[in-house]
């Protein structure tokens, strides 16, 4: 019962955030943060849920994690911090990736502002190589997404967590548009104008370096902590059976690559 109270207030302080006035935004983002301290990410994460099953538009709150995130970052992330797991658990390999991934999106967009600065395809052949580069690398991505919607996903799915992994689920797809888009345009550049191609290309790098971004944040300080404390400890062992059945990115975590080399993964499959 009194959890059930708990987390009808925290959808009440959720939709006060949601509704709050520009003006009225900053007062009410003091006392959500107040009052966020002690709520943990799972609760956080059930309480969207239900909001979601009563008729918030999924869309809508998306937006809303945006405002909640922001108020609950620092302690989020102290959180996230906390949580210390061998390199070998699928949290750590997923967060290794994400490291290299958050590494080439920066790299993504200082090449995007050396290519803005340019005029022409010549001034700007070493950027656009580059680029091709990271377009190979970001489709390279789809098994760390595949890794997630398979072996994660429907774990937490059969706990009852059901809608944050629709979210998640729902921007790898936006995620894999832009990034396919990515690699056509810089694959083909002599089909079109220079300014043409920066006039396409600057809106993919730029929703992919914000929002891929702001993905990975996610995933790192809610998603995985929530799926750490939802999923059985045994859950995990199977877990990273089928991310080693799915297969790793190119750029595999070091550690992985050195297990790979040893062949000690491919011993534990046997
Ligand atoms: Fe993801
Ligand atoms: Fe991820």
Redesign the pocket.
């Known amino acids: 019962m009194e959890q059930r109270e708990k987390r009808e207030e925290l959808k009440q302080m959720l939709k006060r955030l949601h509704e709050a006035k520009p003006e009225e935004l900053a007062t009410v983002k003091k006392e959500a943060a107040k009052y966020f301290k002690d709520t943990d990410p799972k609760e956080l994460a059930l309480a969207e849920q239900e909001l979601i099953q009563e008729g918030t538009k999924r869309e809508e709150m998306k937006r809303l994690c945006d405002v909640h995130l922001e108020v609950m970052k620092e302690q989020l992330g102290a959180k996230a911090k906390a949580l210390k797991l061998p390199p070998s658990h699928p949290i750590s390999i997923c967060k290794d990736e994400h490291t290299i991934i958050k590494r080439n999106l920066k790299k993504l967009k200082n090449t995007l502002g050396k290519i803005k600065k340019a005029t022409s395809f010549d001034k700007a052949k070493h950027q656009i190589d580059t680029l091709k580069e990271l377009s190979h690398f970001f489709m390279e991505t789809e098994k760390?997404?595949q890794r997630?919607e398979e072996a994660i996903f429907p774990r937490l799915e059969a706990h009852g967590v059901v809608e944050p992994p629709q979210i998640?689920k729902e921007?790898?797809v936006e995620f894999m548009a832009k990034k396919k888009g990515l690699k056509e345009i810089v694959m083909n550049t002599e089909q079109v104008e220079f300014s043409k191609f920066l006039e396409t290309v600057a809106p993919i790098i730029e929703f992919l370096t914000k929002k891929l971004e702001e993905?990975?944040y996610k995933?790192d300080n809610i998603l995985y902590p929530m799926a750490y404390e939802t999923l059985e400890k045994g859950e995990w062992v199977e877990v990273r059976k089928k991310f080693d059945a799915i297969g790793y990115c190119c750029f595999a975590p070091a550690d992985l690559k050195k297990k790979n080399k040893k062949g000690v993964t491919k011993k534990r499959k046997r």
């Open positions: 760390h997404h997630e998640f921007d790898h993905h990975i995933e």
